[in-house]
């Protein structure tokens, strides 16, 4: 399972990147915001109450990695509205202003994405590596 999170982590950051990369051309953007829809989207449903539940039930004697999980699935579902808002926002006709606003509000958007692999990669694999 810690393979198909490592991919989904690259699939994820190539995404952002090449978002990153014409991020001023909301054009250009667009299509690519519409695969880490895809991509992101695939990877928020996978960490559900199923993975997390499973998880939980591993480490029920280890306080420490229960509270680390709960953060997790957490934050994961703070997130999960934060992206769906956000796309919500940007979707097939926005507002001249949202577009206006699209480099800032992405590049926030962005750098949360990349704390969370982060935070995933220290903290989440290592608890994985037992399911």
Request: a negative charge; hydrophobic letters at 45%.
């Amino acid at each position: 399972m810690m393979n198909s999170f490592k991919t989904f982590h690259n699939e994820i950051l190539s995404e952002l990147n090449s978002i990153l990369d014409v991020v001023r051309d909301y054009q250009k953007a667009f299509p690519i915001l519409k695969e880490l829809e895809k991509v992101l989207g695939e990877f928020m449903r996978l960490q559900g109450p199923k993975l997390y539940g499973a998880l939980k039930a591993r480490y029920s004697d280890d306080r420490e990695a229960i509270k680390m999980l709960e953060f997790l699935e957490h934050d994961m579902n703070e997130m999960k509205l934060e992206f769906w808002s956000f796309l919500e926002e940007y979707s097939d006709h926005p507002a001249p202003i949202a577009i206006k606003n699209f480099p800032r509000r992405f590049l926030a958007f962005s750098e949360r994405v990349i704390s969370r692999i982060k935070i995933e990669e220290e903290y989440f694999f290592p608890l994985l590596g037992c399911v």
